[in-house]
Nanobody, 118 residues
Framework: QVQPVVSGGGSVQPGGSLTLSCTAP????????MEWSRQAPGKQREWVSS???????LYADSAKDRFTISKDKGKDTVTLQMNSLKPEDTAMYSC????????????WGQGTQVTVSS
């Protein structure tokens, strides 16, 4: 399986912002949707947001009005802009493609750590 390359995590104080990037060469040409999820220690993976090949966006209730997903087709990159971060946003964030055929070949991978604390 192909693992997208994720970057941009870090440590911030509550109320701060971070921008995560996910690069998965091939997701544009294969017309895949892309999605973000997160997993905190001891908890199940939680879906956060997704964007279709056509650009339609969906967000988990926990992410609405604070997170923004976008994509740069030319770079096969999807970003997750996270604002007004809360301690409960602390988790490992990962991304993968979804859809049909090749789009099913990517996995969540290692992800990037986001820590929100004062």
């Amino acid at each position: 399986q192909v693992q997208p390359v994720v970057s941009g995590g870090g440590s911030v104080q509550p109320g701060g912002s971070l921008t995560l990037s996910c690069t998965a060469p091939g997701f544009t040409s294969n017309r895949c949707g892309m999605e973000w999820s997160r997993q905190a220690p001891g908890k199940q993976r939680e879906w956060v947001s997704s964007i279709t090949d056509f650009g339609s966006k969906l967000y988990a209730d926990s992410a609405k009005d604070r997170f923004t997903i976008s994509k740069d087709k030319g770079k096969d990159t999807v970003t997750l802009q996270m604002n007004s971060l809360k301690p409960e946003d602390t988790a490992m964030y990962s991304c993968k493609s979804y859809g049909e055929g090749w789009c099913l070949s990517t996995s969540w991978g290692q992800g990037t750590q986001v820590t929100v604390s004062s």
